[in-house]
């Protein structure tokens, strides 16, 4: 019994020491975060089903990044630090109207608000203050889309 206790408890540790390493992020497959084109997968919790077409980002390697939301063109400066955090500065668009125009400011908010990004293989996470707040996937580099 006592040792099927200890087995228990070694495994759970493992599990957790695992689990909380940074070691978790998969830095293999991992794509750049200048260059690549990031398309918007999840925003706040809810996840999102768009062509790639639109609600896409790229930072670009002058401190600026640009993209398309549901049907404006927007860019902003940003900087990043070594320890992923990131500064996106006040965002600017083109002003059309579409019917997904309310998740849009909603993506400029929060990417206005990030305070650290993640890069876990194909995958951006934008955070605000350790939450996740938007989640982008891997869509194309410059080099894939120059090929």
């Keep these: 019994m006592m040792k099927r206790i200890a087995t228990y408890a070694v495994i759970t540790v493992a599990a957790f020491a695992v689990g909380c390493c940074p070691c978790r ?11 690549t084109v ?14 790639a077409s639109v609600f ?58 990030a305070t650290h990004y993640e890069i876990d293989g194909p995958m951006l996470l934008i955070l605000n203050n350790g939450e996740i707040r938007a989640v982008f996937s891997a869509a194309e580099t410059r080099t894939d889309a120059e090929k």
Aim: hydrophobic share 30%; proline share 4%; glycine share 10%.
């Design 38 to 51: 990031w398309h918007l997968v999840q925003l706040s919790g809810t996840d999102l089903d768009y062509d």
């Design 25 to 35: 992020f998969s830095t293999k497959h991992a794509k750049p975060l200048v260059g």
């Design 56 to 113: 896409n980002v790229t930072f670009g390697d002058d401190g600026k990044l640009s993209g398309i939301g549901a049907c404006n063109r927007f860019s902003a400066p940003y900087t990043t630090t070594e320890r992923f955090g990131i500064d996106i500065g006040g965002i600017a668009s083109t002003r059309m109207y579409c019917p997904e125009l309310d998740r849009e400011q909603r993506l400029f908010r929060e990417l206005d608000d």
